[in-house]
């Protein structure tokens, strides 16, 4: 019984280290990019806030949740970095990163 609660208490906080990393690199595109567009900084924002106050989860799944996060996140840098990103593309991103934690977030225990 120990050893599970100490395996579930670690998922908990790795799962909580990723959510705070992950809210402080979208706070860094803010910062970067978010003066080019208002609507996908204010996007940007919300998945930051969603981030930081998501309550974290011991569930196994959580972490292909997690993969597919950092994976949007990968992408949205990437666009953001091109000179010519659309802010349709970005939104359609943001909008599935926050649907994966959505997700997430439904696992909670």
């Avoid at 609660?5 to 803010?30: D, P, T, W, Y």
């Avoid at 974290?56 to 950092?70: C, F, G, M, V």
Wanted: hydrophobic share 40%; net charge neutral; aromatic share 6%.
């Amino acid at each position: 019984m120990f050893f599970s609660k100490n395996k579930r208490m670690k998922k908990v906080s790795h799962n909580n280290e990723f959510m705070k990393n992950c809210a402080v690199k979208v706070q860094g595109l803010i910062e970067l990019y978010g003066e080019e567009n208002e609507t996908v900084a204010k996007a940007l924002n919300q998945l930051a806030e969603d981030l930081t106050f998501t309550v974290p989860t011991s569930d196994p799944k959580a972490k292909a949740k997690e993969k597919n996060i950092e994976k949007g996140y990968e992408q949205l840098a990437a666009l953001l970095k091109q000179s010519d990103w659309s802010e349709a593309e970005a939104i359609a991103i943001i909008k599935d990163m926050r649907l994966n934690l959505t997700e997430m977030n439904a696992m909670r225990d």
